[in-house]
T-cell receptor, first 115, second 108 residues
Framework: EPEVTQTPSHQVTQMGQEVILRCVPI?????FYWYRQILGQKVEFLVS????????KSEIFDDQFSVERPDGSNFTLKIRSTKLEDSAMYFC?????????????FGPGTRLLVL | TQLLEQSPQFLSIQEGENLTVYCNSS?????LQWYRQEPGEGPVLLVT?????EVKKLKRLTFQFGDARKDSSLHITAAQPGDTGLYLC????????FGTGTLLAVQP
């Protein structure tokens, strides 16, 4: 069964460093998403991406964040200058189309720890 | 801001017991999804409910969407240790707005 994969599974970085989280969405999916889950808190939407453009972004997704689809398979989230409060589990998701009845398939997540 | 509150936050029950988890919002959603998340993994979709008053069953799990499409419930009959996990409701638009989650532990 096709699945969304994410690398690395864990990342530890120093405050102020740049990190790139990588995702390989399901191959025939066209819509891609990043969510994050701070320990003990709810899953929060960060950004959605379609046709090489950001479709929607949340207030959390400020100028330190960027997303890219550098090739036909990868979807990346870059955090330019990490802060302590960026420590969280980051989930990538993908879907065939958009809409309220569409299923988003989630990857296993990348646990980011900023020291 | 659309918020989804789940209750209870934590639930620890014995195997064989029944339970209900609630998901409430002040906003109307065109659909609502329920997910289950296990430690170290991403959320996995259980069901999508679309119509107000809709009831869907998935083996021992029964999902209901409120008539006003602002609330939903998940009822588990005869819970088993394998049901242990974090249950999340999510209002679905072009993005998912997740609820606060209910952590369920089923003791053998």
């Amino acid at each position: 069964e096709p699945e969304v994969t994410q690398t690395p599974s864990h990342q530890v970085t120093q405050m102020g460093q740049e990190v790139i989280l990588r995702c390989v969405p399901i191959s025939n999916h066209l819509y891609f998403y990043w969510y994050r889950q701070i320990l003990g808190q709810k899953v929060e939407f960060l950004v959605s991406f379609y046709n090489n453009e950001i479709s929607e972004k949340s207030e959390i997704f400020d100028d330190q964040f960027s997303v890219e689809r550098p090739d036909g398979s990868n979807f990346t989230l870059k955090i330019r200058s990490t802060k302590l409060e960026d420590s969280a589990m980051y989930f990538c998701a993908s879907s065939e189309s958009s809409g309220s009845q569409e299923t988003q398939y989630f990857g296993p997540g990348t646990r980011l720890l900023v020291l | 801001t659309q918020l989804l509150e789940q209750s209870p936050q934590f639930l620890s029950i014995q195997e064989g017991e029944n339970l209900t988890v609630y998901c409430n919002s002040s906003s109307v959603f065109s659909s609502l999804q329920w997910y289950r998340q296990e430690p170290g993994e991403g959320p996995v979709l259980l069901v999508t409910v679309v119509t107000g008053g809709e009831v869907k069953k998935l083996k021992r799990l029964t999902f209901q969407f409120g008539d006003a499409r602002k609330d939903s419930s998940l009822h588990i009959t005869a819970a088993q240790p394998g049901d242990t996990g974090l249950y999340l409701c999510a209002g679905a638009t072009n993005k998912l707005i997740f609820g606060t989650g209910t952590l369920l532990a089923v003791q053998p």
